[in-house]
Nanobody, 122 residues
Framework: VQLQASGGGMVQAGDSLRLSCAAS????????VAWFRQAPGKEREFIGA????????YYADSVVGRFTISRDNVKNAAYLQMNGLKSEDTAVYYC????????????????WGQGTQVTVSS
């Protein structure tokens, strides 16, 4: 599976942004897909994940109620909808795939996109 994240940019606090993760490879549709982020000087942080069918999801407590993950297996894509952005959401955002259900550590995912920068100004 090859992944490519896009959709990042510079926004104001309170704005919304939707990131996309385009995938190639026949196993994408059955793969758990996750989003992570990494701020300068910090470890890569789990945001949330969605199962292959798109029915089941789980999130980090820090984004519950603000961020939503979805996917479209017809388009071989996953999405991260971010609402109510805060300055502390500034980071490089990554999509990852092929982890086990419940995984939250970056080492639990085999495939990664290249990352897209999100900058939130207050």
């Amino acid at each position: 599976v090859q992944l490519q994240a896009s959709g990042g940019g510079m926004v104001q606090a309170g704005d919304s942004l939707r990131l996309s993760c385009a995938a190639s490879g026949h196993t994408f549709r059955s793969s758990l897909v996750a989003w992570f982020r990494q701020a300068p000087g910090k470890e890569r942080e789990f945001i949330g994940a969605i199962n292959g069918s798109g029915v089941r999801k789980y999130y980090a407590d820090s984004v519950v109620g603000r961020f939503t993950i979805s996917r479209d297996n017809v388009k071989n894509a996953a999405y991260l909808q971010m609402n109510g952005l805060k300055s502390e959401d500034t980071a490089v955002y990554y999509c990852a795939a092929n982890g086990r259900w419940g995984a939250r550590h970056p080492g639990g995912f085999a495939y990664w996109g290249q990352g897209t920068q999100v900058t939130v100004s207050s």
